[in-house]
């Protein structure tokens, strides 16, 4: 047949004087092609860094001009490290050329190896979409060789287990009051594609003494600690089972020992491998909880155990248009259903058009599972300085912003003069 068709078109030209490629587009020299407009939508990237280093496109700051929309994303691994997803979108005359890159950095990577990593591959992504532009003629391809040809994975002595401890404290203080504070953390983890465990200690202790006058001082103490675990089986690429189990100590709760053990399980509507582009999850738990109180409670109780459930529903989108996050969860005691605890939360970033950008961050609880409040009234000195749990039936938060930016549609140099950081930007 392809021999059929080459003989056809000869005949045409020698008879009839057709063009043998008289329906073939017309390709543009490159020096007639625009320099590659890119709009970096990343918020954990160096940005400065980026323009700095990867130099060879035009950064613009407004999606709508843009040849290529580059839209990052990332999520912790096992390792404690960080898992990029950089997703190239094409715009304008690049509609629906689409490519996404993925690399990972190590726990132990500095903030240089992030940004250096970062670029490379921004480089090697870019470079698909640069050869279509005016600069098609500077551009040249570097290959590193291998330290070893024969280089095998290096056996992991610590089987996918990782560790971090952390430590702080604080002293504060004026002529009238002095303020002591500490903070201590251990946590572990162990994640393979068939098993997620979590592990981890915290502490906390705040100290503060008021001199009010010359023969009246007042000490405010806040102290709590926590340990908890989490072992999750995977049940393929949507779902999972396991269990959480917790002990527990806050003053400020009236709760001088508790204990907790739920098992659950987890689906989601979207694969957990495209968890940084969207998830829709459903969780239920149920357990139950033991309470040991510091003083008694508003219904003479100094120790009781508890049946509860809960139920779960997350949702997660990141989109060129910007993202969407929300959560619902209702948690319930089983020998008392009138005890309960309704929550919902959301926030998003929209760019709505050229320029303008709206966020919102919102939190609403329905309370009604206060059985550890102290029994008795609250001094004034406990409601000020926070010492002591409240009764509420409910609490919230709302946050709302808009932002608009106009003016030239480039910003590739970088300016850091006087920047407040030392000349040095952080990643």
């Known amino acids: 047949m392809a021999t059929r068709d080459l003989l056809t078109r000869l005949v045409a030209v020698l008879i009839l004087g057709l063009p043998v490629c ?28 980026q323009r700095q280093n990867v130099t060879f496109v035009d950064y613009v700051r407004d999606r709508a001009v843009a040849d290529l929309h580059v839209l990052v994303t990332t999520q912790d691994t096992g390792g404690g490290g960080a898992s990029w997803a950089i997703k190239f979108i094409g715009l304008g005359r690049f509609q629906n050329q689409n490519r996404t890159f993925t690399f990972a950095t190590a726990q132990r990577a500095t903030q240089d190896d992030r940004r250096k990593e970062f670029a490379r591959v921004f480089r090697i992504g870019l470079a698909g979409y640069a050869v279509n532009s005016s600069i098609a003629p500077q551009l040249d391809v570097a290959w590193r ?45 162990r994640t393979t594609q068939n098993w997620k465990i979590n592990l981890s200690a915290n502490g906390n202790a705040d100290m503060r003494v008021f001199k009010i006058g010359e023969d009246r001082t007042i000490e405010s103490r806040r102290d709590s600690w926590t340990l908890s675990s989490l072992v999750v089986r995977s049940l393929g690429g949507k779902a999972g089972a396991g269990f959480v189990a917790s002990m527990a100590h806050s003053s400020f709760t009236n709760i001088d020992r508790s204990r907790t053990f739920a098992p ?50 997350s949702l997660g989108l990141r989109a060129p248009w910007g993202s969407l996050g929300s959560y619902s969860s209702v948690s319930q005691h089983l020998n008392r259903r009138d005890r309960y605890r309704a929550s919902m939360s959301g926030g ?41 749990q409240l009764g509420t039936d409910h609490s919230y938060s709302f946050a709302v912003g808009v932002s608009y930016s106009f003016g030239s549609i480039f910003n590739t140099v970088v300016n850091p003069r006087f920047g407040g950081s030392g000349g040095f930007a952080t990643f």
């Open 145 to 189: 060789r291998p330290m070893s040809a024969l280089a095998t994975a290096e056996p992991d002595p610590w089987n996918f287990w990782t560790f971090r401890i952390s430590a702080n404290g604080n002293l504060a203080g004026e002529q009238s009051s002095t303020t002591r504070s500490y903070r201590v953390s251990f946590s572990s983890s």
């Open 348 to 388: 998003t970033e929209v760019n709505l058009f050229k320029g303008l950008s709206f966020n919102m961050l919102a939190r609403y609880d329905k309370v009604n599972d206060q059985i550890s409040l102290r029994k008795g009234t609250a001094s004034t000195e406990e409601i000020l300085l926070r010492q002591r």
């Open 22 to 49: 008289a329906h073939a587009q017309q390709t543009p020299p490159l020096d007639a092609l625009p320099a590659l407009k890119v709009f970096l939508d990343c918020t954990g990237c160096d940005i400065e860094y």
């Open 264 to 313: 659950g399980v987890e689906y989601d509507f979207f694969p957990y491998s495209e968890a940084n582009q969207h998830s829709l999850a459903v969780q239920y738990t149920i357990g139950t909880s033991d309470y040991e109180y510091r003083d008694v409670t508003i219904f003479n109780k100094l120790r009781e155990t508890v049946p509860t459930h809960g139920f779960n529903v």
